[in-house]
């Protein structure tokens, strides 16, 4: 009844999983991206701090310390210029370098190495006016607005917790000395803002799992679809049986060439036809050269006649030959008594001496 009306019930296959892919269609997380850039924004400043506020306070100690009134021209301009970025060059490359590793980190996680020009094609749908109206005032808008509330709401509530307990260290910094009162607050900011990261990460995580679980329920396909790519995929069911039957015509032609190699050619008489072929220098053991049944079998025959190869007619061992012995394959030795026997027979027939087995 699900599949009546096209109710997407089977979980998506391989196949469509990787056009989609193809296209930039991937379960990701903005907020897992953005959460871990501010995380690793936050060690950087806290690990880093020190040497980033030494290369400010030499960058203000060179220009404020010098003398009050200084002749400006281009050449002084650039070489301030120079000196200030030397000084600053250190401190930003290291932030800016931690900051797109982390970037790049967090999306090699979460979909893994993929380039593609799908996603930068342009499409009316992103710069339709009346379609961006439509998303915007959607229930889909406003629920990623209750949501964008509700984290805020909770960083607010962390903070709040977080500033109280630290209240009684605060009250005592009107008694320090101006370099504690700055110890003491950046280490408070660099603890409430890892603690804000961390919040930030737990909800990012949330929200890359249920990314995670909406991309596969959109992924998901019906009974219909499954059955169309498996078509696409194996081709059409009658095509594939024309195929197959003709592979096997062809494995029966290059296997009825080997007949006229034969020894013997045992028959049901008419349904199956197997033959045989030994020889004691070559082979350890009589083996099947070519087998089959109807028309087939009938084709078996005929090339036995045309070669003068004795045809005998033994059903039961036929039937055990048939079923039991792949072309190419010795006979088992159970059946080796009832063999020498039609040997025998066929040996005296064409005048040549039986060979030891």
Same mark, same amino acid.
């Given at each position: 009844?699900?599949?009546?009306?096209?109710?997407?019930?089977?979980?998506?296959?391989?196949?469509? #999983?990787?056009?989609?892919?193809?296209? &930039?269609?991937?379960?990701?997380?903005?907020?897992?991206?953005?959460?871990?850039?501010?995380?690793?924004?936050?060690?950087?400043?806290?690990? &880093?701090?020190?040497?980033?506020?030494?290369?400010?306070?030499?960058?203000?100690?060179?220009? %404020?310390?010098?003398?009050?009134? +200084?002749? !400006?021209d281009s050449t002084r301009v650039i070489s301030h210029f120079w000196a200030i970025a030397y000084h600053l060059s250190g401190a930003g490359l290291m932030l800016l370098?931690?900051?797109? #590793?982390?970037? !790049?980190?967090?999306?090699? %996680?979460?979909?893994?190495? #993929?380039?593609?020009?799908?996603?930068?094609?342009?499409?009316?749908?992103?710069?339709?006016?009346?379609?961006?109206?439509?998303? @915007?005032?959607?229930?889909?808008?406003?629920?990623?607005?209750?949501?964008?509330?509700?984290?805020?709401?909770?960083?607010?509530?962390?903070?709040?917790?977080?500033?109280?307990?630290?209240? $009684?260290? +605060?009250?005592?910094?009107?008694?320090?000395?101006?370099?504690?009162?700055?110890?003491?607050? &950046?280490?408070?900011?660099?603890?409430?803002?890892?603690?804000?990261?961390?919040?930030?990460?737990?909800?990012?995580?949330?929200?890359?799992?249920?990314?995670?679980?909406?991309y596969l329920e959109d992924m998901k396909m019906t009974k219909q679809e499954v059955r169309e790519e498996m078509k696409?995929?194996?081709?059409?069911? /009658?095509?594939?049986?024309?195929?197959?039957?003709?592979? /096997?015509?062809?494995?029966?032609?290059?296997? +009825?060439?080997?007949?006229?190699?034969?020894? *013997? *050619? @045992?028959?049901?008489?008419?349904?199956?036809?197997?033959? @045989?072929?030994?020889?004691?220098?070559?082979?350890?053991?009589?083996?099947?050269?070519?087998?089959?049944?109807?028309?087939?079998?009938?084709?078996?025959?005929?090339?036995?006649?045309?070669?003068?190869?004795?045809? !005998?007619?033994?059903?039961? +061992?036929?039937?055990?030959?048939?079923?039991?012995?792949?072309?190419?394959?010795?006979? $088992?030795?159970?059946?080796?008594?009832?063999?020498?026997? @039609?040997?025998?027979?066929?040996?005296?027939?064409? &005048?040549?001496?039986?060979?030891?087995?």
């Amino acid at each position: 009844m699900a599949d009546e009306f096209g109710e997407k019930t089977e979980l998506p296959t391989e196949h469509r #999983l990787t056009e989609a892919r193809e296209s &930039g269609r991937v379960a990701k997380s903005v907020d897992l991206n953005a959460a871990g850039v501010i995380l690793m924004a936050t060690a950087a400043l806290y690990f &880093g701090g020190t040497w980033l506020m030494t290369s400010l306070s030499e960058v203000l100690y060179g220009h %404020l310390a010098g003398p009050a009134w +200084l002749q !400006i021209d281009s050449t002084r301009v650039i070489s301030h210029f120079w000196a200030i970025a030397y000084h600053l060059s250190g401190a930003g490359l290291m932030l800016l370098g931690m900051l797109m #590793l982390a970037a !790049i980190s967090l999306n090699l %996680l979460q979909f893994g190495f #993929l380039v593609s020009t799908e996603a930068f094609t342009p499409k009316w749908s992103h710069i339709n006016p009346l379609q961006g109206l439509q998303r @915007i005032f959607s229930w889909s808008s406003v629920i990623k607005l209750m949501i964008g509330l509700g984290k805020l709401a909770l960083l607010a509530i962390i903070s709040y917790f977080a500033i109280r307990a630290e209240l $009684p260290a +605060l009250v005592m910094l009107n008694t320090q000395i101006p370099s504690i009162i700055l110890t003491t607050t &950046g280490q408070l900011m660099g603890k409430l803002a890892f603690q804000l990261s961390a919040a930030l990460v737990v909800m990012a995580l949330i929200d890359f799992a249920y990314q995670k679980w909406k991309y596969l329920e959109d992924m998901k396909m019906t009974k219909q679809e499954v059955r169309e790519e498996m078509k696409q995929m194996e081709g059409d069911p /009658q095509h594939r049986a024309r195929r197959r039957d003709a592979h /096997q015509k062809l494995v029966s032609a290059r296997d +009825l060439q080997k007949v006229r190699d034969a020894d *013997v *050619v @045992i028959t049901n008489p008419t349904e199956i036809a197997v033959a @045989i072929k030994y020889d004691p220098e070559k082979m350890a053991a009589p083996a099947v050269v070519a087998k089959g049944q109807g028309e087939i079998a009938a084709r078996i025959r005929r090339i036995a006649i045309e070669e003068g190869i004795p045809i !005998i007619e033994r059903k039961p +061992l036929a039937r055990a030959l048939f079923a039991t012995v792949k072309v190419g394959h010795p006979i $088992p030795l159970d059946m080796y008594e009832v063999f020498v026997e @039609i040997m025998a027979y066929v040996y005296r027939l064409t &005048g040549r001496q039986l060979p030891k087995m």
